[in-house]
């Protein structure tokens, strides 16, 4: 049982690049999510889904777009990458059987990018 | 809107306890709690789901004050692996907004 897998580990971007991050995940979790994590700034969140084909918007959604076609992959897309962008960024999957029953998030191990 | 934790940072000598605080300005349903060690991702501590539910994972336990919009994290008779940043997390399952994080170091 993988988890949460997050490629690639490591990317250094120029600016105006684009680039795509790979976040997949097997355990047949509905609810994935994007997140971003600056120094002093804690997780903030970028896109969420809960289920294929339905995505919408978190916090910081400004410059990525995302997609998910299928219940185990949502991948991140830097449209033209900015250094405002380097940050090491988090995918995340849940699911619940209820409303009162909850399941924590599942953490993919990262990707941290670069931008210069 | 994001949770407020505090405080940002404490320091602690093994065998002390820590209390850390989270409070939001809208009104709670769930608070989730996660603890990251420098250089891993966030792993998952424990839920509460009700106002006034205690929960606890061997010696780290939690509270949820429904009416006050806040949750506390205790952490009695600190261990060395104690240490990390301790996030908490509110919202649904479906979209989780997370505080700024606590910075827990304990020292030997």
């Known amino acids: 049982n993988a988890g949460v897998t997050q490629t690639p580990k490591f990317q250094v971007l120029k600016t105006g690049q684009s680039m795509t991050l790979q976040c997949a995940q097997d355990?047949?979790?509905?609810?994935m999510s994007w997140y971003r994590q600056d120094p002093g700034m804690g997780l903030r969140l970028i896109h969420y889904s809960v289920g294929a084909g339905i995505t919408d918007q978190g916090e910081v959604p400004n410059g990525y777009n995302v997609s998910r076609s299928t219940t185990e992959d949502f991948p991140l897309r830097l449209l033209s990458a900015a250094p405002s962008q380097t940050s090491v960024y988090f995918c995340?999957?849940?699911?619940?059987?209820?409303?009162?029953?909850?399941?924590?998030?599942?953490f993919g191990s990262g990707t941290r990018l670069t931008v210069v | 809107q994001q949770p407020v934790q505090s405080p940002q940072a404490v320091i602690l000598r093994e065998g002390e306890d820590a209390v850390i605080n989270c409070s939001s300005s809208?009104?709670?349903?769930?608070v989730h709690w996660y603890r990251q060690k420098h250089g891993e991702a966030p792993v998952f501590l424990m839920i509460?789901?009700?106002?006034?539910e205690q929960k606890g994972h061997e010696k780290i336990s939690a509270s949820f004050n429904e009416k006050k919009q806040q949750s506390s994290l205790y952490l009695t008779a600190s261990q060395l692996s104690y240490s990390g940043t301790y996030f908490c997390?509110?919202?649904?399952?479906?979209?989780?907004?997370f505080g700024s994080g606590t910075q827990l170091t304990v020292l030997p």
């Open positions: 355990m047949n979790h509905e609810y």
């Open positions: 995340a999957s849940s699911y619940s059987t209820s409303l009162r029953q909850v399941y924590g998030y599942t």
């Open positions: 997390g509110t919202g649904s399952a479906r979209q989780l907004t």
């Open positions: 509460l789901l009700k106002g006034g």
């Open positions: 809208k009104a709670l349903y769930s």
